[in-house]
């Protein structure tokens, strides 16, 4: 009954704040490299803190990639924007709106060929201009076709 | 399951018809800075959480005080900004009657959060939210959320994200003010004096 007392938290909660669209299947030949793109969208008026925060304490954006056959080369992230909002004395790094975060992978000679999910986590941190929502981590899946 | 979401999407639905005067639930904000009536006040739920000192910690001891209970986190940037208002209203008003407690979300406890109140001076008490506690509280799936409690561990009046300083500093003088409603406790003796020493942590 207790629990059920008073729960603001129910009540903006942060569902559907941040979406990702999984990225394509890949069709990929051994000893390549090719690019999987994941595309992020915020509900406007939201921002995460970008992969360089701009305070020690502030809960950066990551994506990571768990161990697979494949070799991660690079996960690059956009150029943040630098935006003030009503709880920061300076501007912050953050993204917003819609962006993407890129990862090069690189399949090794030695791959067995055959499809393969790889799976990534992608951590983030959400506020708004006056409140903030607990860290979160989602999973991406990437499908990868591997030939000869 | 789904039956328990319902009822848990019911009754928030029905509090956010309580609080249409105060927050605006689809986008909690306050709106004024004004108390609840004493008669729709409804008991902060009790909780038992330790400080950096791991000294237990009651909500219960806190009663005959005004509480501006803060449900933060070192990661959530409008807490930051509201630290320092706090450590004025804990300096300002404590001889008063008044205490804030903060109430950490950090996944990381006291590893997060001792150097980060250490550095910003805080002089108020602060423990750290276990899931039970969170749960009482609504889940606290945002922050700050702040509520303001009357000398009888009532709650005055929520707060979910940032509002302006005066917004609290308002509510809390109105509540320390009304010393005339203060109930004695259940068993007929006085109103609990002081709670704990609210000094730093």
């Known amino acids: 009954m207790a629990a059920i007392l008073w729960m603001p938290g129910l009540l903006p909660g942060q569902t559907n704040l941040l979406t990702v669209t999984p990225p394509p299947k890949q069709s990929v030949k051994k000893n390549a490299e090719f690019t999987a793109k994941v595309d992020v969208q915020l509900r406007p008026g939201y921002h995460v803190n970008s992969n360089t925060p701009s305070d020690d304490y502030l809960i950066g954006l990551r994506l990571t990639w768990a161990a697979s056959p494949l070799d991660v080369q690079q996960v690059s992230y956009p150029k943040p924007s630098m935006e003030k909002y009503d709880f920061s004395e300076k501007p912050i790094s953050v993204f917003s709106g819609g962006f993407a975060i890129t990862t090069r992978f690189r399949i090794p000679a030695g791959a067995a060929p055959g499809m393969m999910i790889v799976t990534g986590k992608l951590r983030y941190q959400a506020c708004s201009n006056k409140e903030c929502f607990p860290p979160k981590t989602i999973e991406v899946k990437l499908p990868v076709d591997i030939v000869n | ?201």
Not at chain 2, 66 to 79: D, K
Not at chain 2, 140 to 154: A, E, I, W
């Open chain 2, 1 to 201: 399951m789904l039956v328990s979401l319902h009822r848990s999407l019911l009754a928030a639905a029905a509090i956010c018809g309580m609080l249409v005067l105060n927050v605006n639930c689809g986008n909690t904000r306050s709106v004024r800075a004004a108390v609840k009536p004493e008669k729709d006040r409804k008991s902060a739920p009790e909780f038992s959480l330790k400080d950096a000192h791991g000294r237990v910690v009651k909500l219960s001891d806190y009663k005959g005080k005004v509480v501006l209970l803060n449900f933060w986190a070192t990661w959530c940037g409008p807490c930051k900004i509201e630290i320092p208002w706090f450590i004025d209203f804990e300096q300002k008003f404590k001889d008063r009657g008044f205490a804030v407690l903060g109430v950490s979300m950090d996944e990381d406890g006291w590893e997060a959060v001792k150097p980060y109140i250490e550095k910003q001076k805080v002089n108020y008490r602060v423990v750290v939210a276990s899931d039970e506690v969170a749960d009482l509280y609504g889940g606290v799936s945002s922050l700050p959320t702040s509520f303001v409690l009357d000398r009888q561990g009532k709650i005055a009046d929520v707060h979910v994200g940032l509002v302006s300083k005066s917004v609290y500093q308002n509510e809390i003088e109105q509540l320390l003010d009304n010393k005339a409603h203060v109930q004695p406790d259940a068993d007929g003796g006085n109103p609990v004096d002081a709670g704990p020493a609210s000094g730093p942590n």
